[in-house]
């Protein structure tokens, strides 16, 4: 059974850091292409940041370019998203995604993802 559990959200000012992580159980996570989405309330689950199986590709929504940089670590079956600079329009819930594909590149579509974590909340004040 594939699980995606989220960890590290949190309140923080405009300005700081946060590192998010996802800790991938039951699949074999080299098989899997991982995103980052996120959602607030009454809107839809918009893309953040992906990551191709090898980890050697990267994609961002333009909001996050050079603020935000996602990773992943085999040994460890875990994506991270590590988010710099947060600005208030960054708060929302931020889910992990996977999809396990033979594509060796990533994907922004939230409807190529079949695996979905639980979320983590993350508030930037201002």
């Known amino acids: 059974q594939v699980q995606l559990e989220e960890s590290g959200g949190g309140l923080v000012q405009a300005g700081d850091s946060l590192r998010l992580s996802c800790a991938a159980s039951?699949?074999?996570?080299?098989?899997?292409?991982m995103a980052w989405f996120r959602q607030n309330p009454g809107k839809e689950r918009m893309f953040v940041a992906a990551?191709?199986?090898?980890?050697?590709?990267?994609g961002y929504v333009d909001s996050v370019k050079g603020r935000f940089t996602i990773s992943r670590d085999a040994a460890k079956n875990t994506v991270y998203l590590q988010m710099n600079s947060l600005k208030p329009e960054d708060t929302a819930v931020y889910y992990c995604?996977?999809?396990?594909?033979?594509?060796?590149?990533?994907?922004?579509?939230?409807?190529?993802?079949?695996?979905w974590g639980q979320g983590t909340q993350v508030t930037v004040s201002s």
């Open positions: 039951g699949l074999a996570f080299g098989n899997y292409r």
């Open positions: 990551i191709s199986r090898s980890g050697s590709s990267t």
């Open positions: 995604a996977g999809d396990r594909t033979i594509s060796p590149y990533y994907s922004g579509v939230l409807g190529e993802y079949d695996y």
